[in-house]
């Protein structure tokens, strides 16, 4: 079924009663998802949805209603049900004018052109290639995701907006194991790219990094505990950025007093050396597309500059409450979910400095190679994060690998605290989950030391 319905009477009929904003998102996706586990293809699964996302933003509030029936008729009912949420004259929707997007991200090989079979051969190879490591590798598991979404978004602005967005993701997770000793890891590849992308990259090394990384860690030493330097090395990813500070600074959070940047604009919340900016503009990357879902055209927005809080990350009905402006960070899982406000590629701007000069200049300490998981107070910026690969740093030079290592601090003071920033920058990507719902995004940082963390240790 077309996307191209006639969208002013529904629009008309949720602003029946007033309202500030109406808005429709229609979209229509199709995904594929293939797993691996125990040398045994899991799952292979395919799927089509449809539906509608109806949303009516009166006094402040959002109502929200979704569908699967694109009718008139099907669009009509949760229309004016919305409608009557709303205590007012009705409004008119403004004549709606098409956006044309400022860019597009080029793609080769649309994934729905490949063969099914082609996948899970790629699926196959890649657990091989793992397992090929060591004979220590005891478990992988491979997942293979393709999505390709279409969506047309239209409000009472009269603004209108289509795009097609297209993601592709391998993810491979290794375990190894020597006696008692269990170690894991873990490593993707993917992005706003087709089929292409695992043509120019070799997905094989993706699963071969995974599995060398968990056997490298088996004859790791147990970590040291105590407050130190900490060098995060560009390929560590940007788990710090997006957790211990891009969530901060979502308004909406903001707005619920739960960020601990909340009323800081203008002020110093991190080093001088420090720039953070979030920009979905960026071709290929996982957090990228033209519009967000609100039809707000995608921006690159910063917000710390060499230090100083210069904004928050706004969809439409933050920046109505703060009186800003969409900053394009409104995103929705799909169409049975409102638009909040959501982080898409999060990024510490490179610096100046040598990754390696700033391990040389650091006498003792732990260098990061990968992250882990983490945990984050936005209230109060507190984290504890896991180090997936971690390295002593003795005499200037990168010694032995150590396990068990967490990172515990304050995202805040961490940022006040970064004194090296290198002019390098390596991403890492996933899905970050919020309100129950998911979005696709990448982060990133330079090579960088920070003065003193607390580092937890582990003993054996």
């Not at 996706?29 to 949303?55: C, H, P, Q, W, Y």
């Not at 793609?107 to 196959?124: C, D, N």
């Not at 194991?177 to 890891?185: C, I």
């Not at 009323?263 to 960026?282: F, M, R, Y």
Request: charged share 25%; aromatic share 4%; net charge negative.
């Amino acid at each position: 079924m077309s996307l191209d319905i006639k969208a002013e009477p529904i629009l008309e009929a949720m602003l029946a009663r007033g309202g500030q904003l109406a808005e429709l998102f229609l979209e229509e996706s199709f995904g594929l998802t293939v797993v691996m586990d125990d040398n045994k293809i899991e799952k292979v699964l395919a799927g089509v949805d449809l539906g509608a996302g109806l949303r009516l933003i009166h006094d402040l509030r959002t109502s929200y209603a979704h569908t699967n029936d694109l009718s008139e008729a099907g669009l009509m009912e949760p229309a004016r049900n919305l409608a009557v949420l709303a205590e007012g004259a009705a409004r008119q929707p403004a004549a709606l004018k098409r956006l044309e997007p400022a860019w597009a991200f080029a793609v080769v090989k649309p994934p729905q052109g490949v063969a099914t079979a082609r996948k899970v051969e790629l699926v196959r190879a890649a657990n091989a290639a793992a397992r090929a490591v060591d004979p220590r590798v005891r478990q992988v598991r491979v997942i293979y995701m393709d999505r390709v979404q279409e969506v047309r978004i239209v409000n009472s602005l009269g603004q209108e907006a289509k795009e097609k967005r297209v993601q592709s993701l391998l993810a491979v997770h290794c375990v190894a194991a020597e006696g008692a000793v269990v170690q894991t890891g873990y490593e993707t590849m993917g992005g706003t790219r087709g089929f292409e992308l695992f043509e120019e990259q070799d997905p094989g090394e993706v699963a071969c990094a995974a599995a060398r990384r968990a056997v490298m860690m088996l004859s790791a030493r147990p970590a040291p505990g105590g407050s130190m330097p900490v060098v995060l090395h560009s390929s560590a990813g940007g788990t710090m950025v997006h957790e211990a500070v891009g969530h901060g600074l979502e308004a909406d959070l903001v707005l619920e007093g739960m960020s601990v940047y909340a009323g800081k604009i203008g002020e110093l919340v991190a080093s001088p050396l420090v720039s953070v900016l979030d920009d979905a503009t960026i071709p290929g990357r996982r957090g990228s597309s033209c519009f967000d879902d609100e039809g707000s055209p995608s921006r690159k927005n910063l917000l710390i500059d060499k230090g100083v809080l210069k904004g928050y990350m706004q969809d439409r009905l933050s920046a109505l409450k703060l009186g800003a402006e969409p900053t394009g960070n409104g995103r929705r899982e799909s169409y049975r979910f409102r638009p909040i406000p959501r982080m898409t590629n999060t990024i510490i701007a490179p610096g100046v400095d040598d990754p390696e000069a700033i391990i040389a200049d650091t006498g003792e300490g732990l260098l990061v190679k990968k992250m882990g998981g983490g945990q984050v107070n936005t209230t109060n910026g507190d984290f504890v994060f896991e180090v997936a690969e971690g390295y002593l740093i003795k005499n200037g030079r990168v010694d032995e690998p150590v396990r068990g290592a967490t990172l515990t601090g304050n995202g805040p003071q961490a940022l006040k605290d970064i004194d090296r920033v290198a002019g390098d920058l390596g991403y890492s990507l996933g899905t970050c989950g919020k309100d129950g719902q998911g979005s696709p995004v990448a982060d990133a940082q330079p090579t960088l030391r920070i003065t003193r963390l607390v580092v937890g240790g582990m003993h054996e």
